[in-house]
Structure formats: structure tokens, C-alpha cells
């Protein structure tokens, strides 16, 4: 790109003087030809062009004015025309002022007024040139756009009808986007949640409405004291913590604790809160809700003490059923203690030789009867008694062996096959003895009256280790259920004997469930029904598994 100013005079005195001084300012000045000043203006070589009103009247200046004429839609070409006072007026002078971009420098001419104007020229010239880069890039975007046009005028009409579809369904979506938002203004405004944001570092900056009326304490004294003085002591320390982490990682929490009330008393408050990020993944804010959740809080201590109420009661009711077994239990070691007892009295008068032994074998005999009869009751008094469920670590053939006891100590007697099948791997279960007791007395009491008068009678007992739980079945060849009755058979109320109550499935599940396990029923092949139930496994009880867990038949 030229940028030169190009100079026209017939007086060499004048073209020296204007060069001297636009060389001094730094400006690229050079005498031309009216030939090559054509030629320049044509070709848009040149920046600007300076001439002389006697160059006007001596050369063919109309091929100049003939060139600006010519000059592309960008180019302008500055020219600075140097006349003097009291100068006639030509017509070619006329001719270039009209159709070309002329500046009229006085004489006697100045050099800062040269430099000036020979500037302001070479700057409106570089405008040009900016202006003819625009132009020739906005021509090369519209060949491209035409050539696009030519080429996506098919595929326009081809996806016509999918941005109209899309455009249907944005404007649907917008507006269920609109809808929601109003809803979950009204939603705010409504519910019982408080809104609530603080800084990236957990300073509070708001709270709803709601929240004086919720805890009676206002914002700046919240905001003052910070939500940890107002905690119940039980649950600063936690809060704390969560919070430290929370903030510290960047993670969304959930959260229930206590604050003390203005009047002194406690009330469950459940936070939620999410951060909101910006583009470099920091966090900006922390946004949630507070949620008044005392109501729900006693409402789930009323449902346990309920269901510990429910269970109690369904321990207590069975001691009708229990009554048979135990007076049978006790009937067998009371019954041989008394015999033992009254045979001593008589051996007694007779003491010589191995008379002696005899008696003290009788008596040895007597004891452990009687001991047997007390363990019986101590059993029973621990089932019937009422108490929390307390989770121990428990030996789960132990405790299977006990249950069966109660309920089949004269499986024999019976005429029933009871067997116990005990994997090493499932010998330690986290668990409330008494309350998983009552479930296994409830499943083989009920295996015992599926069994037929006549035929097979068989009841067993399977453990095995199922990944993190012990599984527990009970099997028995009675005639099975009936696909109608296997659908509600856990439903409280709901039972298939004639004078059963419907409850001791249901509680089985219930404290199955509290465990931490599930409890399902099947049919067995070839006949009959089994019962499983899951506990969570303890593996780091100390004690050798193998000795937990062997073989055992009844």
C-alpha cells in the first residue's frame, strides 16, 4: 500500500520548498508528472496528491479529474491545492474542486499548515484504505453467502418442518418453563421451607420471610451469633463439622439438628443447601432451604415406641401358644426330678456299698433336670419381656438353636424330622437376640401347623452367607400357599388360619426391615413352603468362626 503524497507544479522553486518540509515532518513526498499522477489516482497507489493552481492551467488536468471520477466506491483521493490571493478562478480549477476530495491551501503557505493539512490527508487516506479491506472482505462474504445460499436453499426446506417442530416444541417447553418458575415462586411462598444463601464461606447474606416466624429470632441476630450458638448442644459439634466439610469441598449437604427456641425449649430443623459456581468451578454463593421437621421428628419417636409396643404385644400373645409347649417342656425334667427325688428318699434308709453312688447319681440326675426346667423359663421370661431393641453382635447358631428349642424341644415325640444345616461363613449377625428370636419362633410355630397329620413331617433350618448379609430359611413339607393368599401374606391382619389374628408375619417383617434385612416367602420344590429372612453379617466378632458355626441336627 503507497501512502506517498504525490506533488504537481511547474515551478521547481515550489516543488523543492514542499518537499524540504514534508521530508522534515517525516512525510514520503515526491515531484510527478501529470502522466503518472493519472496513473497514481487510477491505480489507488498513492496516499494523497498535491497541486498547484498554475499546474491546473498548464497541464491536461482533466485526465486528473477524469481518474477521481473513476476511483472505486471506497477511494476518495485527498487533494490539497495550493492557489493564492486574488487568483481568476479557471475552469479547470472549477472542474477539480467540484468532483475531487480538495483542500485549499493559501499562500504564502506556512510549514506547519503544510504539514498539517499533507497529515490530516494521509489520515483520511489510511480510512480509506481500512474501508476498502472492509469492503473487499464484506464482497468475499457475500460470494460466500451466495454460494452458501445457492447451497443450503435445499436443506433449508429439507429441515423447514423440523426447526418448525423444534420451534413448537422450545415454545412449549418455554412456556412449562414459565409455568414452573411461577409455581415454584407460589410454591416459596406458600410451603413451610425458608430460603436462605450465604457467602463462599458460609456468611450468611439472607433469609426468607419465614424465618423469624419459624425460631422467632431475627436475621441480624442470626447472622451475629451464627446458627451453631443457637444449636442444641448435642448437635453443634456436628453441625459444625458438616458444615466445615461441606464448605471446604464444595459439596451439597442435608442436615437435621435442633436450635434453641427464644422461650427455651428445642425444635428439628432440617438444611439443605447446594452451591452455585462460576466459570472456573469456584464457589460463588451457597443457596438452600430451612424446614421445620419437628412434627415429623416426634411423630417417628411416637411410631417406634408404637411398633416396640406392637412387638411387646405380639411377644405376649404368644404365650397362649406358648402355654401348651411349656407346660410340656417343664412336665418331662419336673416329672423325672420327682421320680429321682422319691427313689433317693427310699435309698436313703438303705446307704451300703454302691448304694451310695447310687444316690448321688439320682441327685446328680435330679439337678440338671431341674436346671433344664429353670433355663426353659428363663427363656420364656426374656421372650415376654418388654424393652428397646438393642443391636448386639450375636452368635447366630446359637440363637437359631435356643428358638428351636422353644418351639421343638419334642420334635421326636412329634413324629417331625428337624434338622439344622449351619454355614461356618454366616455365624455372627448384628442383631436384637430377642426380637430375631421372636421371628424364628413365629416361622417354625407356623411350619409346625403347616404340617399335615399323616405323611412327611419335616421342618428345617438353613443358614448361608449372602455378600454383607447371613440369609435364614425355614422349610417345611406342608402343602404350601396358595398363590392368592403368598400375595398379602405379610399384610397386617391377614392370615390364612382360621383363628389366626393376621399380625405375626407382619411384625416378622417389620423387625426384619428394622434390621436392616428383607424377609420373603417361596414354595419349596417337590412341595411345601420356605420362609427366608436376611440379617447384616458382623465380621469382626474375635471368636473363631468354625467354632461359632458347626454341624448341628435336631
Not at 155 to 172: D, K, M, S, W
Not at 531 to 546: E, M, S, V
Request: charge should be neutral; include cysteine; glycine fraction near 8%.
Amino acid at each position: 500500500m503507497d501512502e506517498r503524497v504525490l506533488v504537481l507544479t511547474p515551478e521547481a522553486r515550489d516543488v523543492r520548498a514542499v518537499l524540504q518540509q514534508l521530508a522534515a515532518a517525516g512525510i514520503d513526498a515526491q515531484a510527478t508528472s501529470a502522466a503518472e499522477l493519472v496513473t497514481a489516482v487510477r491505480d489507488c497507489t498513492l496516499g494523497a496528491a498535491l497541486l498547484t493552481v498554475e499546474a491546473l492551467d498548464q497541464y491536461d488536468i482533466g485526465a486528473v479529474t477524469a481518474a477521481v471520477e473513476a476511483q472505486p466506491a471506497w477511494s476518495d483521493c485527498p487533494i490539497l491545492l495550493l492557489t493564492r490571493r486574488g487568483h481568476v478562478a479557471s475552469a479547470n480549477r472549477d472542474a477539480i474542486i467540484e468532483r475531487a476530495n480538495v483542500t485549499l491551501l493559501e499562500r504564502p503557505l506556512q510549514p506547519a499548515t503544510l504539514v498539517a493539512a499533507a497529515r490530516a490527508a494521509l489520515r483520511a487516506r489510511a480510512r480509506q484504505r481500512k474501508s476498502e479491506l472492509y469492503l473487499h472482505a464484506r464482497d468475499a462474504a457475500e460470494a460466500q453467502l451466495r454460494e452458501a445460499a445457492a447451497t443450503l436453499e435445499a436443506r433449508v426446506a429439507e429441515r423447514t418442518a423440523t426447526l418448525t417442530q423444534e420451534i413448537e416444541r422450545r415454545t412449549h417447553a418455554e412456556a412449562k418453563l414459565r409455568d414452573s418458575e411461577e409455581l415454584y415462586r407460589f410454591t416459596i411462598n406458600l410451603n413451610a421451607q425458608v430460603a436462605w444463601s450465604t457467602t463462599a464461606r458460609g456468611a450468611p447474606l439472607s433469609v426468607g420471610p419465614g424465618w423469624p416466624e419459624l425460631t422467632g429470632i431475627n436475621f441480624d441476630e442470626f447472622a451475629a451469633r451464627g446458627m451453631g450458638a443457637i444449636a442444641h448442644p448435642d448437635d453443634a459439634a456436628r453441625l459444625a463439622a458438616t458444615r466445615a466439610r461441606t464448605t471446604a469441598e464444595g459439596r451439597a449437604f442435608d442436615l437435621e439438628f435442633r436450635i434453641r427456641m427464644p422461650d427455651g425449649n428445642y425444635r428439628w430443623l432440617r438444611s439443605r443447601g447446594s452451591p452455585r459456581r462460576g466459570a472456573d468451578g469456584a464457589v460463588l454463593q451457597w443457596y438452600g432451604t430451612i424446614e421445620d421437621v419437628d412434627a415429623r421428628r416426634n411423630a417417628e419417636a411416637r411410631f417406634n415406641q408404637l411398633q416396640a409396643d406392637l412387638i411387646h404385644v405380639s411377644r405376649v400373645s404368644a404365650m397362649g401358644a406358648m402355654a401348651s409347649v411349656l407346660a410340656h417342656e417343664l412336665n418331662q425334667p419336673l416329672t423325672a426330678t420327682a421320680n429321682y427325688v422319691r427313689g433317693s428318699r427310699k435309698l436313703l434308709g438303705t446307704l451300703a456299698g454302691d448304694t451310695v453312688t447310687t444316690v448321688h447319681d439320682a441327685l446328680v440326675q435330679a439337678d440338671a433336670s431341674t436346671a433344664k426346667a429353670a433355663e426353659i423359663l428363663r427363656r420364656l421370661r426374656d421372650l415376654v419381656a418388654g424393652g428397646d431393641a438393642r443391636r448386639r453382635i450375636e452368635n447366630l447358631p446359637e440363637l437359631i438353636r435356643e428358638a428351636g428349642s422353644m418351639v421343638l424341644a419334642d420334635a421326636g415325640a412329634l413324629g417331625i424330622d428337624y434338622m439344622i444345616d449351619l454355614d461356618p461363613q454366616a455365624a455372627v449377625v448384628s442383631a436384637d437376640r430377642i426380637q430375631i428370636q421372636q421371628v424364628l419362633i413365629n416361622l417354625l410355630r407356623n411350619a409346625v401347623e403347616a404340617l399335615g397329620p399323616t405323611g412327611v413331617r419335616r421342618i428345617a433350618i438353613q443358614t448361608r452367607r449372602a455378600g454383607t448379609h447371613c440369609e435364614i430359611a425355614v422349610h417345611d413339607s406342608g402343602p404350601g400357599v396358595h398363590a392368592d393368599a403368598a400375595v398379602r401374606l405379610f399384610e397386617p391382619f391377614h392370615s390364612t388360619k382360621e383363628t389366626g389374628l393376621g399380625v405375626g408375619l407382619s411384625i416378622c417383617r417389620t423387625i426384619v426391615e428394622a434390621h436392616g434385612g428383607k424377609i420373603w416367602h417361596a414354595p419349596q420344590p417337590g412341595g411345601g413352603t420356605i420362609f427366608r429372612f436376611t440379617l447384616q453379617h458382623a465380621p469382626d466378632l474375635p471368636a473363631p468362626l468354625a467354632a461359632l458355626a458347626g454341624p448341628a441336627a435336631g
